[in-house]
DNA sequence: TATGAATGAGGGTTCATTCAT
DNA sequence: CATGAATGAACCCTCATTCAT
C-alpha cells in the first residue's frame, strides 16, 4: 500500500532535514547519530534503516542540495529574456550568489562539502531540460551565442572555485568586503576569464 | 633558568610535531589526545600544561605553517632579480604551488584549515624584514614598481581564494587537471585580476 | 484443512533448520533472530508464531538431533546379528562415534548443548519399536542375553559421560589422540564398566 | 612506589572476583562488562585498563582456579602417608571432588569452560615442588610405586574426563545419584582404567 | 612540573520484541 | 496468519579530563 511507502518517505526526509540542521549548527563531526534522531523525534535505531553512517546522509544532502540551486538559477535564466552569452553566465552566477546570500546556513554547508568531484556530478545529473543535464545547457548556451570557448569545463571550474571560496568568506563573515562590494569585482573578473578561454582565430 | 626553558621548549615542539603527523593521517577528530601524547613520549596529563586543547594546537600549527610557506616565497623572491610587479606576484604564486605541490600533506592541513581571517593574520603578522610585515612588503612591491593598485586587500584575497580553491582540487585530486595545465590558465587570469585592480587615472 | 497445516509445518521447519545452520556457524549468542529468519525467508514477526524465543528452538533441535542419532544406531544394530551384549553395547557406542565423526558439526552442537537430563528424555521418549522406549530396548538386551545389570541407568550415564566428553577432545580437536587412538582404549574400558556393573551372585 | 602497584593489584582482583561471580551466576555471555565493573564498584572504562574483553578475564580465570586446586590436591596428598599408586590416584581424584563439592560454584564455571587443552596447560605449569610440574610429579608416583604405565597422558585424560562430567551432572543436579553414590561406583572404575593401562609384561 | 590511573559521559551499533497493516 | 517498519534498551568501546602522587 501507498501509505508505507509515503511513511517512509516522511521519516527519511524527517531525518535527512534534522540532519542538515546539525550538520549546519556544529559540523558533521560533532552531530552524533543520536542528535539526528532526538531532533528528528525518531528513535535511535531507526537512524539504521535509512542510512549506513551519517557521511551517507551528508553526500545525499550535498547532492540534492547543489542541485536544487542550479535548478533553481536555470529555471530563473529561462523566465528573462537575455540574449548574450557573457550576460548569461554572470546572470546565473548572480542567481547562485543570492540564493547563497538568502540562505547562508546552505552556504555553510554546501562550500564545506563541495568538491570539484561532487560539482561535475552535479552539472552532468542535473535535468534541465528533457534529457538535457546542466553540462549540456551550458555548452548549448555557448553555441547558440555563437561563441566558442577552448576548454569548457576548466573555464566552469575556475569560475565555481572563484565564486565559491570568496563567496564563503564575504557572505558569510562580510570578509574583507560586503557581497555587493564583491560582485562589483568579480562580475568584471568573470568577463575576463570567459574571454580568456575563447578561441582566438 | 634558560635551562627550564629550553626543555619547555622542547616538550611543546614535541607534542606540536606528533600532533602535526597525527592530524595529517587520521584527521582532528579522530586523533585523539593520548595519540598525541603516546606518539610525543609524554604523560597524558603533561598536554594539557601547554595547550587548552586539540583545537589549540591546529590553530598554533595552521599559523605556524603558513607562515613558513610565505617566509620560503619571499627569501625565494629576493634571491631572483625580478623587476617588474605583475611577475613578482605570479613569481610568488608560483612558488607557493610548488611549495604546495612538493608536500601535499601541508596542502591538505593547510587547505582545510585556512581561512581568510589566518590568512590575513599570517600575511600582517609574517616579519619579511626587521618591523617590516608581509602585507607592508607586498605594499612596497607595487609602490617600488610604480605601479597603483586601487584595492591591495581585495585584489590579494582574490587571487589568494583562486589559487587556494584550485591547487587544492588539482594538485591532491588531479581534477579536473595537472598543475601544470592549471598553472598555464591561471597565471594569465591572474595578471588580468592585477590589472583590473589597477587604478585607471 | 490439511493444506494449512502443512503449510505450517513447512514453516517451522524452515525455521529449525535454518537456526541449526546458524548456531552452529556463530554460536547461539550470536545469532540473532533477524538471521534466522532471514535465511528461512520468512518475516521476523513470523517467529514469534512458533517459537518464544532462540533457546527453544535450541532445545527443540537438541532433543530432535539425538534421537535421530539412537535411532540410527538402534536401527543399524537390528540388521546386524550380534548376540552378546557386550558386544551389542559397543557396536552402539562405535556407531554413535562413527555417526558423529561423520558430522562434526552436529557433534560440537550436541555436546555443547546436551545434559544427562536431556540426554535421560531422549532415551525414555525415542521409540525404537512401537509402544517401546530406547531406555526399555536396552534393558531388553541385556535381558535377552541373560545378564543382569544391578544399575542400568548409572551403567548409561556412566558410559555415556565417558564417551561424550572424550568424544568431544578427541574428534574436534584430535586431543590428546586419533578417534582410531581413542576407541582402542575406550572399548575395553567400556567391557570393564559393563562388568562392574553386572550383579554378583 | 609500592602504593600504587598494590592498588592496581586491588583493583584487577576485584574486577576479577567480580567476573567469576558473575560468570557464574548468568553465563559468560550474559555478563556484560558493565555489569561486572558496577559490582567491583569501579567505573567502566577501568576495566580496559586491566583486560582487553571479558574472554581474556574468563582464560585468567580458569588457569587461576584450575592451578589452585590441584595444589590443594597435592599438597593434601603429601600429609598423608599413602604407599600405593593405586591409592593416591584415588585420594587425588577423591579430594578434587570433594573440593568441588563444596565449591559448587568453581565447579559450575571450571567443567563448562575446562578443555584437555587447558586442562594440560594446567597439570604443566602448575609447579608442586621446585621446578616439577603437576605432570612430572605424577609420573613420579608411579615409577616410585614400581608400576609403570604404558601410556599416562592418556590414562590422566581419560580418568579425568570421566571425573569431570559425571562430577558435572552429579554435583551439580544429583543427576542421576548422589556424589556417595557416583564415588562408590566410580573408584572401582578408576583402579580398573589404570590397570587397563598398566603395561602387561 | 610531570605523571598516568581512574573516571563516566557519550559515541556507534545491534537486536528482541511489538504492532499497524 | 504473516509481515516488516519502528522501537529503545543494552551492548562494547573511546576519550577528554581530573587528580593523587
Redo the contacts between chains.
Keep these: 500500500m501507498g501509505k508505507v511507502e509515503e511513511n517512509k518517505r516522511k521519516k527519511k526526509d524527517a531525518i535527512v532535514n534534522s540532519a542538515f540542521a546539525l550538520f549546519i549548527d556544529h559540523g558533521i563531526?560533532d552531530t552524533s547519530i543520536a542528535d539526528i534522531m532526538k531532533k528528528a523525534e525518531l528513535a535511535k535505531g531507526t537512524f539504521y534503516l535509512y542510512f549506513k553512517d551519517k557521511y551517507e546522509v551528508r553526500d545525499y544532502l550535498v547532492r540534492k542540495k547543489a542541485a536544487q540551486l542550479f535548478e533553481n538559477a536555470i529555471v530563473a535564466l529561462k523566465e528573462n529574456n537575455i540574449t548574450e552569452f557573457d550576460d548569461k553566465i554572470i546572470f546565473i552566477v548572480d542567481n547562485l550568489l543570492d540564493q547563497l546570500n538568502n540562505n547562508k546556513i546552505l552556504l555553510k554547508f554546501i562550500s564545506k562539502n563541495l568538491?570539484?568531484?561532487i560539482l561535475?556530478h552535479s552539472i552532468e545529473n542535473t535535468t534541465v531540460n528533457e534529457g538535457e543535464s546542466a553540462a549540456d545547457y551550458i555548452e548549448q548556451l555557448a553555441k547558440s551565442s555563437g561563441r566558442h570557448i577552448r576548454?569548457l569545463?576548466?573555464m566552469v571550474?575556475?569560475i565555481a572555485?572563484?565564486v565559491?571560496?570568496?563567496a564563503h568568506?564575504v557572505i558569510l563573515?562580510k570578509?574583507?568586503?560586503e557581497l555587493s562590494?564583491l560582485k562589483k569585482?568579480?562580475y568584471?573578473?568573470i568577463i575576463?576569464?570567459v574571454h580568456?578561454?575563447e578561441e582566438t582565430c
Tied chains: 1, 2, 3, 4.
Excluded: A, D, H, I
Design positions: 563531526k568538491s570539484w568531484g561535475r576548454n569545463e576548466m571550474f575556475m572555485e572563484l565559491n571560496s570568496t568568506s563573515y570578509q574583507p568586503v562590494e569585482e568579480l568584471p573578473l575576463n576569464m580568456s578561454f
